[in-house]
């Protein structure tokens, strides 16, 4: 993908990627964005990838627990992850949460 064309978000595919947790994804050759409607009470079990990955919560508030370490998040909370670092996490409250994972996710393509 262009990194030079405007992408609207609302014509973009929303796909449940899991229970609870329906995304729309922007690729470059770099970066995947993945922008996250999520449930409240919606859980995020506990995996690793070999993506960096960092987590804005856009509105709401979200419980992420990264290595064993919980985080509660609220809008505006930015939280880098690590590659290969095992998290799991769960909406308090419904939440809009904006993720980078670099490399890409070829999986959300």
Same mark, same amino acid.
């Given at each position: 993908? %262009?990194?030079?064309?405007?992408?609207?978000?609302? *014509?973009? =595919?929303? &796909?449940?990627?899991?229970?609870?947790? &329906?995304?729309?994804?922007?690729?470059?050759? &770099?970066?995947?964005?993945?922008?996250?409607?999520?449930? =409240?009470?919606? =859980?995020?079990?506990?995996?690793?990838?070999?993506? $960096? *990955?960092?987590? !804005? +919560?856009?509105?709401?508030?979200? $419980? /992420?627990? +990264? %290595?064993? $370490?919980? !985080?509660?998040?609220?809008?505006?909370? +930015?939280?880098?992850?690590?590659? *290969?670092?095992? !998290?799991?996490?769960?909406?308090?409250?419904?939440?809009?949460? /904006?993720? +980078?994972?670099?490399?890409? &996710?070829?999986?959300?393509?």
């Amino acid at each position: 993908m %262009s990194t030079t064309v405007p992408v609207d978000l609302a *014509q973009l =595919e929303e &796909r449940e990627v899991m229970p609870g947790f &329906r995304g729309r994804f922007v690729h470059t050759d &770099r970066t995947t964005l993945a922008f996250w409607e999520i449930d =409240e009470g919606a =859980e995020l079990p506990e995996h690793r990838h070999p993506h $960096e *990955q960092t987590a !804005h +919560v856009l509105e709401g508030s979200f $419980e /992420l627990v +990264v %290595s064993g $370490e919980p !985080h509660r998040l609220g809008a505006g909370s +930015v939280l880098p992850i690590p590659s *290969q670092a095992p !998290h799991s996490g769960r909406a308090i409250t419904a939440c809009r949460i /904006l993720d +980078v994972f670099s490399p890409p &996710r070829d999986d959300y393509r």
